[in-house]
């Protein structure tokens, strides 16, 4: 059974920062792409941040390009998302995905097949 959770979320003022993590279990992690994506109340949910699965390749939504750095640690099954200088704008609950592929994914939610519960982040202003 595959799980994938994330952690580290939470409140912080804007300018702030935020390291969020996903760890996923019940899968070869080494073999798959990732991505965080976030999802604002009234909103769709959009990709933030994606990533090979040897971690080489990364493609980021311009709004958070030179902010957010999305990393992994394939010895721990671990995703990373450190978020700086965040803004009022990135409040969101952001989810961590597990792709079809290896190779680097799409932003498209149909790339992804496992998902996490998500993690609720709030900057205020």
């Known amino acids: 059974q595959v799980q994938v959770v994330e952690s580290g979320g939470g409140l912080v003022q804007a300018g702030g920062s935020l390291r969020l993590s996903c760890t996923a279990s019940g899968l070869n992690f080494a073999d798959y792409g990732m991505g965080w994506f976030r999802q604002a109340p009234g909103k769709e949910r959009e990709g933030v941040s994606v990533?090979?699965?040897?971690?080489?390749?990364?493609n980021y939504k311009d709004s958070v390009k030179g902010r957010f750095t999305i990393s992994r640690d394939n010895a721990k099954n671990t995703l990373y998302l450190q978020m700086n200088s965040l803004k009022p704008e990135d409040t969101a609950m952001y989810y961590c995905a597990a792709a079809r592929m290896s190779s680097l994914p799409s932003f498209r939610t149909t790339d992804f097949r496992y998902w996490g519960q998500g993690t609720q982040v709030t900057v205020s202003s």
């Open positions: 990533i090979s699965s040897s971690g080489r390749w990364t």
